[in-house]
Every structure is written in structure tokens, then in C-alpha cells.
């Protein structure tokens, strides 16, 4: 719920950014955040644009697999 989020965001484990009045949590770091709870890898890949850089695998594997 909206109190678990806001937790998650104060605590640093979400990464939010405020624009005017608003609170948004831009999709990587929502998919990033939901890959640590999944025990996923998160692994940076320069030049990958449609997933902005970032791809999740599961643990013990690399990304070319």
C-alpha cells in the first residue's frame, strides 16, 4: 500500500523523484527493486536502449545465457 511505498522510499531501497508537487518512481527503479526481491542479478549493459541499460538474470548467470 501507500504507507509500505513511502517506507521503501525513505529507507533508500526505492529511488523516487519529485517533479512540481508529484512523487514518481521511474520504471527502472521499480524494476530494479522488484529483481532484488526476486533474488534476480541486475546486470548493466552499455548501449542497450530498450531496456535502458539494465537487465535482470537470474543469479549465478550472466546475461548472454
Partial sequence: GRTKLYELIRSGELVSITI?????I?????EEYVA????LAV???AGSVA???VVAVPS????AE
Fill in 20 to 24: 512540481d508537487r508529484a512523487r514518481r
Fill in 26 to 30: 521511474p520504471r527502472l527503479a521499480a
Fill in 36 to 39: 532484488r526481491r526476486c533474488g
Fill in 43 to 45: 546486470h548493466k549493459l
Fill in 51 to 53: 531496456t535502458g541499460g
Fill in 60 to 63: 549465478g548467470q550472466s546475461p
